[in-house]
């Protein structure tokens, strides 16, 4: 009998393998939610839309878009962290939530609690006024804001919008007054309302005021072709790279298989002509990048936001 069971070991282990397989293969069986932790219109929900319209046309299955705000994206961010890790819930990840907001707040999250799966976007940092502010070019506005400390808005005292802007601050010789909102596109709003002196933004959110001759860009981080005649930061003599980028994780212990679909899928629909236009439209960059050497670029930037809690708590 016991040489009976023991033959039977090695077939039991195929069966197991072969029942796995089937399961990971089946993947999706059934809608994907994707979690946005900030307002709709800005940056990471536009491009986390387009996105997500794409790939649920290859995957045959709905992948819908929730916009789960506060906390400067904690909210949204730790919802998805206590998540099965089965695929099913995934969320848009940033500079902000993913590198800075851990290491300068107390969250119940930190890089580690996720796997990254899949980066698609970049983009460029600027300094954006409305069409009627008396800062005419970056020049005027720093020497304004070297007088009086002028309004600015961003999207949380932890964003990227706040840690990058208060660098770039630094270097110019000046300190914003912060108005916090829950999105780029909400600081936008208040910028061409006449709110607001001033936003730290990124094109999918300032980029429509912009071509509507509502707001104008004063200093971005790369020069575009959608907004000629836009210095850049280095030009006026500001170290650094100022950009924020979204990216999609999901919660730790997903299993490898449903990665390396959604990353093939990505990849897929990367090279669509469509998504590619969508993506030019708003103003973001497509940089498609998933695996280790992505995932150490940003244990890096991790590294360099932690020194920078640091040395800010000193």
């Known amino acids: ?91 848009n990840a940033g500079l902000s939530n993913m590198l800075i907001t851990p290491n300068f707040s107390k969250t119940p999250y930190d890089f580690n609690t996720f796997t990254p799966v899949v980066k698609m976007t970049a983009v460029p940092m600027a300094v954006v006024v409305s069409k009627d502010s008396p800062y005419k070019n970056f020049d005027d506005f720093v ?16 964003s990227s919008g706040t840690v990058l802007a208060n660098i770039i601050a630094g270097q110019a010789g000046y300190q914003p007054k912060y108005v916090h909102g829950k999105s780029a596109a909400e600081s936008m709003v208040s910028v061409v309302g006449g709110h607001i002196d001033s936003a730290v933004s990124f094109p999918p959110a300032f980029g429509p005021h912009v071509k509507a001759d509502r707001a104008r860009a004063l200093v971005i981080n790369q020069k575009m072709d959608q907004f000629p005649g836009v210095p850049t930061f280095e030009s006026y003599g500001i170290k650094g790279s100022f950009e924020g980028w979204s990216g999609v994780f999901a919660p730790k212990g997903v299993p490898q298989e449903v990665v390396e679909k959604l990353t093939a899928v990505t990849a897929k629909v990367m090279k669509n002509p469509k998504v590619l236009k969508a993506y030019e439209n708003i103003g973001a960059l497509v940089d498609y990048r998933h695996g280790d050497d992505w995932v150490a670029d940003m244990k890096v930037t991790y590294g360099i936001m932690k020194d920078a809690a640091a040395n800010a708590k000193k």
């Not at 290859?58 to 089965?86: C, H, Q, W, Y």
Request: aromatic share 6%; with cysteine; glycine share 12%.
């Open 1 to 91: 009998m016991m040489k009976t069971k023991k033959s039977l070991l090695p077939l039991a282990g195929a069966l197991a393998v072969c029942l796995s397989s089937a399961v990971n293969a089946a993947y999706p069986e059934k809608p994907i939610n994707v979690i946005v932790p900030w307002g709709a219109g800005g940056d990471s929900d536009l491009t986390t839309r387009i996105w997500a319209d794409a790939v649920e046309k290859e995957l045959g299955v709905p992948v819908v878009v929730i916009n789960k705000t506060g906390g400067g994206g904690v909210v949204g961010t730790s919802f998805v962290a206590r998540a099965k890790a089965d695929g099913y819930t995934l969320i």
């Open 143 to 158: 020497l304004a804001a070297k007088k009086n400390r002028l309004t600015q808005g961003s999207w949380g005292a932890a």
